[in-house]
């Protein structure tokens, strides 16, 4: 694990808040010059602490409004159903999250469609392309706490 410091730790809360922050700007809000932030910024970039800078984008807006999770049981459990089931989730742009759970929840996915109708479409796709023992859905209702910021 690399070593942080509390200026570091600034830098990366604004950039959080804000990755388009100019090294100037970034600066004055920490307290280094603009060349001295620039540097840091590299230097966080290099060591893959900061691993790209991205738009995030209203779903609503662009006609995504369901929040979906998926759980997934499976009864197959070897090397190649789950390369299988990795390539399906990469393969499909509304799946924006999947993870491999402890527990009785095998598969945990996460999913941006437009509506009920949008979801029937991505589940039908997903069983054609993988063989699953068990899909079931929640539907988000409301969304009370939506980040991308870590908590450093």
Not at 92 to 114: C, K, N, Q, S
Request: hydrophobic share 45%; aromatic share 6%.
């Amino acid at each position: 694990m690399l070593t942080l410091d509390p200026v570091d730790h600034r830098i990366l809360a604004e950039l959080q808040r804000d990755a388009d922050l100019g090294a100037e700007d970034l600066g004055d809000r920490v307290g280094l010059s603009r060349n001295a932030c620039w540097r840091r910024v590299k230097a966080l970039e290099a060591s893959g602490v900061i691993r790209k800078r991205v738009a995030l984008l209203d779903p609503d807006k662009l006609g995504l409004g369901l929040s979906v999770f998926i759980l997934v049981r499976t009864s197959s459990h070897d090397a190649g159903w789950l390369a299988k089931f990795a390539s399906a989730m990469r393969e499909m742009p509304e799946i924006l999250g999947a993870y491999r759970m402890t527990g009785d929840l095998y598969y945990l996915i996460r999913a941006r469609v437009a509506d009920v109708a949008g979801y029937d479409h991505l589940y039908r796709r997903l069983i054609s392309r993988v063989e699953m023992s068990d899909v079931s859905a929640s539907f988000v209702m409301e969304e009370l706490k939506e980040t991308t910021e870590l908590p450093i």
